[in-house]
């Protein structure tokens, strides 16, 4: 059964340093999708991408953030300079359409971000 | 905006028995999806079941149901027969444009 798979399992970053999230969505989906979900807390959206280009965005999502479809296979969310407060597990997720339709979203394990 | 309120924190059920998780939310949209995730504690977000909000008919998977009540914005899981593997963080969630997730029900199960 396809997944979706991320990469790495566990990131340890400097505060201030940038770090790359990778994701790679099951094949014939083409919509992508991060979350993060703080220890303890809820998942939270921050950003979903169509068509190479952000469709929507949470306040979550600041300058900080940005999304990338490199290539045909990966989906990336960069940090650019950490703070102690992205500590928290990053989701990937993505759904082969969205809102309207048939929308069911899947997620990858995740990437546990730890920042010191 | 839309809202997901988990009002049950922490559940626990016996084994073999039934238990109802309970999801309501806040919206303006007649048209929009609903789904339960599980969250066991190697935190993968699992897919349980989903929902579409102009279908009347209550989802079902397995030992899994919802009671889906549109007008009172009311999305409640049932899982029958309760397993030790079942024991997990429930998450309710509600998506038009974006996915919104409630805080989480952790269920335990006892042997």
């Known amino acids: 059964e396809p997944e979706v798979t991320q990469t790495p399992s566990h990131q340890v970053t400097q505060m201030g340093q940038e770090v790359i999230l990778r994701c790679v969505p099951i094949?014939?989906?083409?919509?992508f999708y991060w979350y993060r979900q703080i220890l303890g807390q809820k998942v939270e959206f921050l950003v979903s991408?169509?068509?190479?280009?952000?469709?929507?965005k949470s306040e979550i999502f600041d300058d900080q953030f940005s999304v990338e479809r490199p290539d045909g296979s990966n989906f990336t969310l960069k940090i650019r300079s950490t703070k102690l407060e992205d500590s928290a597990m990053y989701f990937c997720?993505?759904?082969?359409?969205?809102?309207?339709?048939?929308?069911?979203?899947?997620f990858g394990p995740g990437t546990r971000l730890t920042v010191l | 905006a839309q809202t997901v309120t988990q009002s049950q924190p922490e559940m626990s059920v016996q084994e073999a028995e039934t238990v109802t998780l309970s999801c309501t939310y806040d919206?303006?949209?007649?048209?929009?999806?609903l789904f339960w995730y599980k969250q066991p504690p190697s935190r993968q977000m699992i897919l349980v079941i989903r929902?579409?909000?102009?279908?009347?008919q209550n989802a079902t998977e397995n030992r899994f149901s919802v009671n889906f009540q549109k007008a009172a914005k009311s999305f409640s899981l049932k899982i029958s027969d309760s397993q030790l593997g079942d024991a997990a963080m429930y998450f309710c969630?509600?998506?038009?444009?974006?996915?919104?997730f409630g805080a989480g029900t952790r269920l335990t199960v006892k042997p």
């Open positions: 094949s014939n989906h083409l919509y």
């Open positions: 991408f169509y068509n190479n280009e952000i469709s929507e």
């Open positions: 929902q579409e909000a102009y279908k009347q």
């Open positions: 969630a509600y998506h038009l444009n974006d996915m919104r």
């Open positions: 919206t303006s949209e007649s048209d929009y999806y």
């Open positions: 997720a993505s759904s082969d359409v969205a809102g309207g339709e048939t929308d069911t979203q899947y």
